[in-house]
Antibody
Framework: EVQLVESGGGLVQPGGSLRLSCAASGFTFSNYAMSWVRQTPGMGLEWVST????????YYADSMKGRFTISRDNSKNTLYLQMNSLRAEDTAVYYC?????????WGKGTTVTVSS | DIQMTQSPSSVSASVGDRVTITCRASQGVSNYLAWYQQKPGKAPKLLVYAASSLQSGVPSRFSGSGSGTDFTLTISSLQPEDFATYYC?????????FGGGTKVEIK
C-alpha cells in the first residue's frame, strides 16, 4: 500500500525553526518527485515546494523562498521540509504528496502552529 | 503566477442532483488541470487529472472536461459521500496554484 506519513509539526515561536519529515512506503521513492502543500485554518490549499526524484531540482512558492528548504534522503525514503524564520501566517496543516504534475497520494498532514 | 478562479464558492444540492463546478485559469494551462476532493479533517484526494482522466478508483459519476483556460468538474448524480469541498489545481507551470475551493453542501 502506498503511504505517506508526516511528522515534526508542533508549536514554535515566531522567528523559530522546525523540520518536517515525510516517510514514504509502498512505492519506489526515488522514482518520483515529491511536494509539500499547506492549508491554513479554514482556508484553501497552498503549494509550498516540490523536489525532483533525484533531489537535483527544487521549486518554491515565492513566500517561502529563502526561508524553507526541501530535501530528501532516498536511502531512507524520507522527504524533509526545513522551515526557518517562521511567521504567524505559516500556521497551517502541512501535507506531503507524491507528485506527477498532479498530487496522486497525500499524507494525513502535520500541524504547525507559530505563536508566542 | 497563474490564478485559478473557481465558481461557485459553494453550492447547495440534494442527493441525485447533477452538480457542475467551474475553474478558470488566468492564462492557458493546456490540459494540466486536476480536481481534488477534501472532506473535513482529511487530506485532499485526487479525482481527475489531465483535465478529464479519472483517477483509479474514483466513481464514474465524476467527470472532468475543458482545456486551455476553462474547465468543469461534473458530478452526474450526487451521493451522500460527495458532500465535500472541491479544488482545482493547475500543473502547467510553477508555482503550482489551486482554486479557492467549492463547498458542496446538503440542501
Amino acid at each position: 500500500e502506498v503511504q505517506l506519513v508526516e511528522s515534526g509539526g508542533g508549536l514554535v515561536q515566531p522567528g523559530g525553526s522546525l523540520r518536517l519529515s515525510c516517510a514514504a512506503s509502498g512505492f519506489t521513492f526515488s522514482n518520483y518527485a515529491m511536494s509539500w502543500v499547506r492549508q491554513t485554518p479554514g482556508m484553501g490549499l497552498e503549494w509550498v515546494s516540490t523536489i525532483s526524484g533525484s533531489g537535483g531540482s527544487t521549486y518554491y512558492a515565492d513566500s517561502m523562498k529563502g526561508r524553507f528548504t526541501i530535501s530528501r534522503d532516498n536511502s531512507k525514503n524520507t522527504l524533509y521540509l526545513q522551515m526557518n524564520s517562521l511567521r504567524a501566517e505559516d500556521t497551517a496543516v502541512y501535507y506531503c504528496a507524491k507528485y506527477q504534475r498532479f498530487m496522486d497520494v497525500w499524507g494525513k498532514g502535520t500541524t504547525v502552529t507559530v505563536s508566542s | 503566477d497563474i490564478q485559478m478562479t473557481q465558481s461557485p464558492s459553494s453550492v447547495s444540492a440534494s442527493v441525485g442532483d447533477r452538480v457542475t463546478i467551474t475553474c478558470r485559469a488566468s492564462q492557458g494551462v493546456s490540459n494540466y488541470l486536476a480536481w481534488y476532493q477534501q472532506k473535513p479533517g482529511k487530506a485532499p484526494k485526487l479525482l481527475v487529472y489531465a483535465a478529464s482522466s479519472l483517477q483509479s478508483g474514483v466513481p464514474s459519476r465524476f467527470s472532468g472536461s475543458g482545456s486551455g483556460t476553462d474547465f468543469t468538474l461534473t458530478i452526474s448524480s450526487l451521493q451522500p459521500e460527495d458532500f465535500a469541498t472541491y479544488y482545482c489545481q493547475q500543473a502547467n507551470s510553477f508555482p503550482l496554484t489551486f482554486g479557492g475551493g467549492t463547498k458542496v453542501e446538503i440542501k
